[in-house]
């Protein structure tokens, strides 16, 4: 297994080819130098504090789309909290004015009833005002001042002119009491006929508006409901492809370093591989799949493809020909390292595993080659497991044959430990 060698740099014009069975860089490898007087600004990526490990879903992510999803999702969800409030709150006031307008509708025939009688009483009272008149005229004649003949008891003309007039008086007063009393009775009806009519009608106008409002409100919380699902998918993605707060990796880097440790230990249990190891040699190889601009997209996959420098002996590279005919590199003459983890294609054919399920084992997916990358180390330490010094050293170096490149993965690979995930 040959492997190029430049060390940190091959995908920007040092000559390394990559991943897994390389080229030996002929002796010169000066790079040490390069690496050691980078090593405050390339090799300290910043990350957190080490602490108690926290589960890979409840790492803290950071970028602008995720905040703004976030926003979105909790705006969302407080629409359905202020549309259930306003559910309830006019749902209540609407059972209240109903109630209202039953009680108002009842009372009116009632006071109808109430008005109707109270005209009755007022025509009796005006009959009765009449018929004191007629008496009065009758025993008074026309101007009340006649005296009826002597009577047999012998009263006095006076006296029985006094009765009179208080009788007359008295049955006028009555009637007259009468009119007042239906006629205030009828005008106190008539206003409550009226208010009870006006109540109905502003009440009425206020359901109507209420009502509305309930429509209103249920339509917000139709349409908030029906988005709160593509609205958590969207801060799922955006998660995903958010950075790591503190740290230069995505969660999809990290994820795919973290599942690719854990499963390569389940299956080969002496290996012991941190996955902060497999950081620093993605960190080195492709700044963890964003070289050049490209990105991760949420499978994982590079935006677009990472393809190193044709291995043809410019550069200080080995030189090796074509053995995948372009498939991989695009390029039918010579090899190329391909993917986040920068493996040769004639390694790829040997080693490539299918870390996601998808049927396809693709170097350019960071979670197929994070586990092949891990797979590749765990056979060539030669039985020392990867959390000791010797391991690591051996089995960074049978990755890329350089000492500087050594040097800058495992520099890495420290600082990385620092962050506590438990996967």
């Known amino acids: 297994m040959t492997t190029p060698a430049p060390p940190v740099r091959a995908l920007e014009g040092t000559g390394r080819s990559s991943g897994g069975g390389r080229a030996r860089l002929p002796g010169r490898i000066l790079a040490i130098g390069l690496v050691l007087s980078l090593a405050g600004t390339v090799f300290a990526p910043a990350v957190p504090a080490e602490g108690e490990a926290v589960p890979l879903s409840e790492v803290t992510v950071e970028s602008r789309s995720y905040e703004e999803a976030l926003a979105r999702l909790d705006q969302a969800r407080r629409t359905i909290a202020d549309s259930e409030a306003r559910i309830d709150l006019e749902t209540r006031t609407i059972e209240e004015m109903d109630s209202a307008l039953t009680q108002l ?25 009449a018929e004191v008149a007629v008496i009065s005229y009758v025993f008074g004649g026309s101007d009340g001042t006649r005296v009826p003949p002597a009577n047999d008891d012998g009263e006095s003309d006076a006296v029985r002119e006094a ?60 349409t908030a409901r029906s988005s709160l699902d593509a609205l958590a998918a969207s801060v799922s993605e955006e998660r995903r492809l958010a950075r790591v707060s503190g740290t230069d990796l995505s969660y999809i880097a990290l994820e795919a370093y973290v599942r690719a440790a854990e499963r390569v230990n389940r299956e080969q249990p002496a290996c012991r591989l941190p996955w902060s190891l497999l950081a620093g040699i993605g960190r080195v190889e492709s700044r963890h799949g964003t070289y050049a601009g490209t990105r991760l997209l949420i499978d994982g996959t590079t935006s677009r493809p990472i393809i190193g420098i044709a291995l043809n002996g410019d550069r200080e590279t080995a030189v090796m020909a074509d053995t995948d005919g372009g498939s991989l590199d695009g390029d039918t003459e010579f090899d190329r390292a391909v993917g986040p983890m920068q493996f ?15 049927g396809v084992r693709d170097p350019q997916n960071i979670y197929d080659a994070a586990l092949a990358a891990a797979d590749y180390l765990c056979r060539t330490a030669y039985g020392l497991p990867l959390d000791s010094p010797e391991g690591r050293q051996r089995a960074v170096y049978a990755y890329n044959r350089s000492d500087a490149y050594v040097a800058a993965v495992l520099a890495y690979a420290r600082d990385y430990s620092r962050i506590r995930v438990a996967g």
């Open 105 to 129: 509708r009842r009372s009116i025939p009632s006071l109808r009833d109430q008005i109707s009688e109270v005209e009755d009483r007022t025509g009796a009272a005006r009959e009765g005002i």
């Open 163 to 222: 009765r009179r007039r208080f009788v007359l008086r008295t049955l006028e007063a009555g009637a007259r009491a009468r009119l007042d009393a239906t006629t205030e009775a009828g005008r106190t009806a008539a206003r409550q006929l009226a208010e009870a009519t006006r109540s109905v009608v502003e009440l009425g106008a206020r359901r109507e508006r209420s009502q509305r409002a309930l429509e209103a409100a249920r339509r917000d919380l139709e």
């Open 344 to 358: 040769i294609p004639s390694t790829w054919v040997r080693s490539g595993r299918d870390a996601n399920g998808d």
